[in-house]
């Protein structure tokens, strides 16, 4: 990086300065590389903030018109890419403000009364995150639906339910699946509750402190489609706490499907063999030409890394800056559109690759009936007849001890054998010692049976409509 | 640590195990050291599952109310102290269960019918946590009145507004205290939306499947005040987002007043001199007998880094976990307690010290006049003289170099040279130039006029209600 | 909280207070309550500062007697349990200098001379340091020893290697624990390196500038077995790097031994079967008689969150912090300590458990039979015979496809068939497909041959030692 | 993202694969968007591969020569940016494989003998560390010379020490840069050691086994210039801790120049007044014309926020992964890269900006005198006429409140009420109470005193060669 002393150049704020910037401090400080994102909303706020200004006569209709009819033109040369972006203009806002009067002269340099770009980049912000909240929410959704097609085909498909990864007790594939539809649905709910603290009309505020020209925020809240306007300006331009919920937010889903991933990734192993992956998700070995891998699963649960990265970096960030702006906050953006683009990119090819998994239902079954899993209804069973649960509970696990010795199942054991167990057993507790039978009756509210099973998918279908 | 080789000892859980726990495998896994602090709660939720119990006929009235006599009397012993808690037992749910046991006989080994640890422990902890979302919300409400009380006193008190640590505009002290009003208007939001989710009743869901008998799901939460009941028992078992999600807005929340306190520490420096702290809320040196430390807002600062330490290790304890119950899930407790009582301990202290917090008003407004602070001020007069922004923004900027090369104020130029830098400027001009009008005439909603802030304050007592 | 205004009470730094300390800030800034754990640390240092200043002749020799005969007995009271120690008095120092004035009055005034509270807990969190990294150290090194030994037994124990989860090649057991064993050793090299930086003596800094009176640095660090000092004062009371650089090496050691604790878990699962971990290290279900859990190892991994969070505290906290010495720096403690027990807990019980692991070689062995494991031999005995690699390994990739569309394994490839697929074949291609053979033939070093393991485990032997 | 089913394609590992990569799921897992970065790496480490090959007769020496040549012709496309990089081929090991295999036909096939991707990345990896480790080193090395350069300018130059944020005791401003020097060069020490861990050779590893063929590990090392090889196959491709171990180290560098950039903004304040940063290095403001900001100093700050971020990151993706490779450890590239940059770039522009920040020695000389600075020199003044340190405190305090009531400065105390404060005052004691004198009598070693500093300045100078 070389030092090139430069003569002072035409920075938009350059009055009082009598040297320009050195080209590593441009190099250094620019956003413009990833500022750009947000073009298309830095341009709606301008082209609403323009109307705002000829309609509270701050500057003349003529002017109004001339400078939205510029930002349009932008906005068609961004679009189709005949746009320069230059970094030495910093950032988005400057490039676009330059590339006006450019374009239309002077009169471009009245679109930045009553505004400062502390106000600018909240607006900008605000504007983008509202929309993707919206359209991950709208992910979220596809990939709920997804699953809930993959639940209703699989209610009666029945597999081992693990606590502490030891087999536990039979549960149905659909009641598996749900749990994640729900752990979505408190996603979208909580995303859902971030939109109403982002959707929040920033622009007015100024550098800090509020104008005194009389601009009219409402207005502007009302053209740009915001709910509310911020009420303090020193506040709102110092506020990242919607990009922090935002990331928050992301954080707990990623954790969410890492714990999917982490299921898939079991289940494709030769020791389950519960699912096989299709083809076209998974990837082989460039030197094992027998293997197939559940990669896309992998890196989904390695990219829970990175958004719980991004989330500490901007509590980092935001950590003990005074009011109001910083220009640490420019490293908000980075940690966002990494979130958004990698939450997005996971829930897409989840959302394509779930359909093409193969269950292998038998093995889930088989692998169902074996554990002793079926224990716990037997103790049920025995309170069903009087039994304390404690009691019920120890007799059930010296049975266990006395299957593992014979090397048999629960249901192996001789009626005579099971009655000096407890006097309570009658021959009909072999009936319930089935799998099948296990899971249909759980028929507590969000137990695993069928029918409640029926129940939560028609809950869940209503609600993430 | 010694291996203590064991009898197989009275676990509750023993039936199928030949050898006892090691002494050191209890000692690593007990939680009870921590998870007491549920007692309350825990025996709470067990009258309430007794009630449900006889009420559905699954064990008799009698047996119901001698269990909830027993745990009555376990309460009683816990809250006067002559309770011992026993390591050995592993957790609370175990030392209470053993208690209730030894205190009524056989009978007790009936409570935990229907029932699973997992399910009991989650409820323990949602009980717990509505409680402290509760109060953790009634103390920022309390900090946010004590602010606003003194927001109430400074509505005239005019101060530098400040960008990049510069000074950029004059603003009203109330201005920037009721910024921070806002904010943790916000953390109370996130706190009530957390609220929703937590407000769940989860015992029900036994292990994780359900159970086969007729317990009544919504009799217990209606005895427990939980709004709704979890609808998958896989997920209710599984499900730790509720911390996580209190986590977050507790992160949010410390950074908010570790900014706060960052600019008290800086306020209070010789170099600001802005505040004078009470001698009640500052420490001396044991060596510099001049100090006066502002050691509370240091250690509110510092505290930061734990609740953020505290959020990414239950991010990390659930990364890639797979359904339904882990045993990492126990360590979801630690972050939980010391974050409540972190952020309480922060939040008392602060509404505690605040109104003892000295502002010396005089040194506030003098710095506020300095740093050509009125210069936005001067920009906006000629806008409104029909010059567009950019060409006022750099006129101003050329008179701001003046002034540093000239050693005065912009208020200090004379009229004839003011009239070279532009031929808009009239002898009003000066009016403006002063601290007091540049913060009277920031009259744009939210912005820091007298004016808006009264209407500000008006809006946020009726909020914070 | 109550707000109790109190009279300026004895605080040792109390010269130009009016009012006292309010009772609510002695609670939240005291320290007492953790750093007491550093009692023993404060005393040796200072009974070495007095010996120091008897020494220079800044305090008499009488004075010097006197106040570490004061030390001495102080020493003895905390051992015994017999020393109260008094939150009023903030911290680990302040009790102890009052219990010394109490002791033997004024003169106990002078121990205080040419130090500060700033130097002296830089002190004594070294001296700690020293200790601790020396005994984990040695945790470590039990550990390993523990697992070469179980290595040792399992030279010849086949078993499938993994990636992706998938098995990939068949290795020996030894060579998998070994792995460990070489993560562990990073660990302690990077402890070691750590402590070069620990060893420094701090006193002497003072306040931060250093001191006028005739100290000598040298002597204590002599005494104290430091081997070099601090080299600039004002570093020396802002530095806590040495804390997060064992805060780091920790998290990566907790992060080896999450893996190790992850593999428990599977190979525990019923479907790996691999091991069985025995009764004392395992616990049961309150409600499901069969389980048998591995708890141990669930919360080890699950404790990662646990210091990973205490690192990025200490980050945080010392992120943006003036020098020289701040409050907030009062937080390194509770993440420092908790990380030490953490660790020390999981390498304890990890050391004890090992050993306590059944393995199932049979089903270990007769599971790197399966799928496809010794594919990566046929392409190796291909290139053997001048094939390209690429093409030998598309050729068993179809002899892959083969089997699986004939539900067969390699080895069940008939001659005949076997030359279609490549003219390379000979009849002692069959030899290399057996689990033993693939494992013996990797004799490039490092590699997974008995031979190679031998060596290893002779290497890592002397290097552990 | 639309779902392309395709033809099973050329992959060189689709041997046993019947349909083809969805192209989602090629973009999804594809990382020769980022890991193209190692393309010198990974082709210096094939030409070393390829001729350990020949040398060992695995390939023939003619092979082996094609192989050089095609890789060396890629090497000048790829740098002259003629070569095209291909996402559908995965990574920048498929992508140079198949450019090879294009270039020289099939033959190009044997280089992947005795070798997988698993250990070529790692490879990869370490060679790039390597070299990074290096140019960091000695970005840090560069900017330490900037800073004692400044230093040895500023010995005399004096300024008010802080601790608490509160003027403490008088300093010299090159003592103050000097801590900065020393921080960085334990930066240097932990990247040092970070080293030697990274300085190991893991090809030869393969896939996680080792290999049958007569591979020669340490002729490749020499070759490459390591200075050992990896000791266990399956360790070798599971470890990614040299990565975390630079994350960490340049977590804490991070945190130290987060620190003086703090100082930075700090000082350039009005109220602090130390320092104006050129024109150069600071950024106007886009309304306030009156602006200058420090705008590197605080970008620098809020990247701390990306490097912490990073390092969480990888500890995350890390946490509980079974051995060996897994996908989830591609995620590394864009934390290291990342990083890599971040830390570049901030090293760079410090460098450079520090020799052009002004030091406004006046006022700071003149803000040292303020705050009672000297009253430690007092304290000491008495301890050397007899007085215990307490009393000596004490009474100082009492002298520090008395000047405060009277608004004067300690040495405004007329020699007879001196005297009734302590008796031992004698009239030399106004000699020590100038800013001037306190500063030159820190003479304890590592003190702020002038020829204590200078003697630092020697043995850093020395020590940063």
Redesign the interface.
């Known amino acids: 990086?070389k030092?090139a002393?430069k003569k002072k150049k035409d920075?938009?704020?350059?009055?009082?300065?009598?040297?320009?910037?050195?080209s590593?401090?441009e190099?250094?400080?620019e956003s413009i590389s990833f500022d750009r994102r947000l073009w298309s909303y830095d341009i709606q706020g301008s082209i609403a903030h323009a109307k705002m200004l000829a309609r509270q006569k701050?500057i003349s209709v003529a002017d109004s018109r001339r400078i939205i009819r510029g930002l349009e033109e932008i906005h068609q040369e961004i679009s189709n890419g005949s746009f320069r972006f230059d970094t030495t203009l910093?950032d988005i806002?400057?490039n676009i403000e330059k590339a006006l009067?450019n374009k239309i002269g002077?009169?471009?340099?009245?679109?930045?009364?009553?505004?400062?770009?502390?106000d600018q980049i909240a607006l900008d912000l605000r504007l983008y995150l509202k929309d993707e909240i919206k359209r991950i929410n709208s992910l979220i959704r596809k990939f709920q639906r997804s699953l809930i097609s993959v639940s209703k085909k699989n209610i009666n498909t029945f597999m081992p339910?693990?606590?502490?990864?030891?087999?536990?007790?039979?549960?149905s594939l659909a009641?598996?699946i749900?749990?994640?539809v729900?752990?979505l649905q408190?996603d979208r709910?909580?995303l859902n509750?971030a939109l109403?603290?982002t959707d929040v009309m920033p622009l007015?505020?100024?550098?800090?402190?509020?104008?005194?020209?009389?601009?009219d925020?409402?207005y502007v809240a009302g053209l740009l489609g915001f709910k509310r306007?911020?009420?303090?300006?020193?506040?709102?331009?110092?506020?990242r706490?919607f990009i922090?919920?935002f990331l928050?937010s992301l954080?707990?889903l990623m954790?969410h499907i890492?714990?999917m991933?982490?299921?898939l990734?079991?289940w494709?192993?030769?020791?389950?063999s519960f699912i096989e992956i299709?083809?076209?998700?998974?990837?082989?070995?460039?030197?094992?030409?027998?293997?197939?891998?559940?990669?896309?699963a992998?890196?989904i649960?390695?990219?829970?890394?990175?958004v719980?990265?991004?989330?500490?970096?901007?509590?980092?960030?935001?950590?003990?800056?005074?009011?109001?702006?910083?220009?640490?906050?420019?490293?908000d953006k980075?940690?966002l559109f990494d979130t958004v683009d990698t939450v997005s990119?996971?829930l897409?090819?989840l959302t394509?690759?779930f359909p093409n998994i193969k269950f292998n239902k038998e093995r889930m079954e088989l692998?169902a009936s074996?554990?002793?899993?079926t224990?716990?209804?037997i103790?049920?069973y025995l309170?069903?007849g009087g039994v304390?649960?404690?009691?019920a509970?120890?007799?059930?696990?010296?049975?266990?001890?006395y299957c593992?010795s014979k090397k048999c199942d629960l249901n192996d054991i001789p009626f005579n054998i099971l009655k000096k167990f407890s006097p309570v057993f009658r021959k009909d507790v072999y009936k319930?010692m089935s799998v099948g039978s296990a899971?249909e009756?759980?028929?507590?509210?969000?137990?695993?049976?069928p029918g409640?099973i029926t129940k939560?998918i028609q809950?869940?279908s209503k609600a993430i409509r």
Chains 1, 2, 3, 4 share one sequence.
């Open positions: 990086m030092k002393k920075k938009l704020w350059s009055g009082r300065f009598k040297t320009g910037t050195a590593s401090t190099k250094f400080t701050i910093e806002h400057m009067t002077l009169v471009g340099g009245k679109l930045h009364t009553a505004r400062s770009r502390n339910g693990y606590t502490h990864l030891q087999r536990a007790q039979p549960v009641q598996h749900l749990a994640y729900h752990m408190r709910d909580r509750d109403k603290r007015g505020a100024c550098a800090m402190a509020g104008t005194s020209l009389p601009i925020r409402g306007i911020s009420e303090n300006s020193m506040d709102t331009v110092s506020d706490d922090i919920e928050s954080s707990v954790m890492s714990r991933s982490e299921e990734i079991l494709s192993s030769e020791e389950f299709s083809d076209e998700f998974t990837t082989g070995s460039s030197i094992m030409p027998q293997k197939k891998n559940p990669d896309v992998e890196l649960r390695g990219k829970t890394g990175r719980y990265g991004n989330l500490i970096n901007l509590l980092t960030v935001m950590k003990a800056l005074p009011l109001t702006y910083n220009r640490d906050m420019q490293e980075t940690p990119g996971s897409e090819i394509e690759m692998t074996g554990g002793f899993s224990a716990t209804e103790a049920d309170v069903k304390p649960f404690r009691t509970h120890e007799t059930v696990g010296k049975m266990v001890s593992i319930i899971v009756m759980k028929r507590s509210p969000g137990g695993t049976s409640e939560q809950r869940l």
